[in-house]
């Protein structure tokens, strides 16, 4: 074709992009991902941003560190994620190993042992809630006719509500991670397993030098994701106890609301943003391990 017959030629456009240099698959995806970003943006991303306005006072967080109520909560918060995370997690990794034994009646066991984290929390914390009643509850009742004497107040103790809560909360959330684990244990190969019992290891030997190396990083990657969703754990205390007795058992994802009670909103949302310096050097740290795995297997 001659120079001059290109100068000639009709300008072609190409109808899959529509001269705009876009496909119509873009196009359309980005209208369906349209309703997604508009959903984030009204109520996630406004609600935080509003929260952070809120917030943004420092006599709020002059008045929040005066509350003795607040230094009780942070300790409370401190307990509850050391204590429970780490009693949950072993007892986790302890079951992870029964449950893998090839036997009928373990999987039966295994369809009741998951099912306190399939039902929802409002039903089955609040259940514990009405067992524990001093009066009428029906472990006070028990204790009464085994022994002819009245159970313990046991949600009018500080102490004691805390550690029911912390039980309440390991009963409720063991099963997913116990799920986890077992998966875990599941992709470890089984010749490792024979070729260890030919040579003569038994249960401990086989634990230490191939269960544990393969399943270690996912045991602190879920150790530490499990710590960022219990510092969110609302239900847990405040269903079982309301942060009672006397506002004594409130752990930082409570706390604001015990301020809402009180129409104090600025120290409602200075409560909820104090709790993220606990929060993001935890999600900092689990995406950096979550990274270097992907870095290490690719």
Same mark, same amino acid.
């Given at each position: ?11 072609? =456009? ?5 001269? #705009?240099? /876009?496909?119509?698959?873009? !196009?359309?995806?980005?209208?369906? *991902? $349209? +309703? ?57 990794? =302890? ?5 893998? #034994?090839? /036997?009928?009646?373990?999987? !039966?066991?295994?369809?009741?042992? *998951? $099912? +306190? ?182």
């Amino acid at each position: 074709m001659t120079v001059a017959a290109l100068d000639h030629a009709p300008d072609t =456009v190409d109808t899959n992009t529509g001269g #705009t240099g /876009r496909s119509d698959a873009q !196009a359309w995806g980005l209208v369906m *991902i $349209l +309703p997604y970003v508009l959903i984030f943006l009204i109520f996630v991303l406004y609600p935080v941003l509003y929260g952070f306005w809120i917030a943004r006072k420092p006599e709020s967080y002059v008045k929040l560190a005066a509350d003795p109520i607040f230094l009780r909560t942070i300790v409370n918060t401190a307990v509850f994620v050391i204590v429970a995370i780490n009693i949950k997690m072993l007892i986790a990794l =302890v079951l992870s190993g029964f449950f893998t #034994t090839a /036997r009928w009646w373990i999987k !039966a066991l295994s369809v009741l042992f *998951i $099912l +306190p984290w399939a039902l929802p929390s409002i039903p089955t914390i609040l259940s514990f809630r009405f067992m524990l009643n001093p009066e009428w509850g029906i472990i006070n009742q028990q204790i009464f006719r085994l022994t002819g004497e009245d159970g313990p107040n046991w949600l009018n103790d500080p102490t004691l509500a805390l550690g029911l809560a912390m039980l309440v909360h390991v009963w409720k959330s063991l099963p997913f991670w116990t799920l986890i684990l077992i998966s875990g244990r599941l992709a470890i190969s089984k010749d490792l397993y024979e070729a260890a019992e030919v040579d003569g290891a038994n249960s401990w030997h086989l634990f230490r030098h191939i269960t544990w190396p393969s399943m270690q990083q996912l045991y602190f990657t879920c150790l530490i994701l499990s710590m960022i969703w219990t510092l969110g754990d609302f239900n847990s205390v405040y269903l079982l106890t309301g942060g009672g007795p006397a506002d004594l058992t409130h752990v930082l994802a409570t706390l604001g609301v015990r301020y809402l009670r009180y129409d104090q909103v600025e120290q409602s949302m200075a409560a909820i943003v104090v709790a993220l310096p606990f929060v993001l050097p935890l999600v900092y740290i689990l995406m950096k391990r979550l990274g270097s795995n992907s870095t290490a297997k690719a």
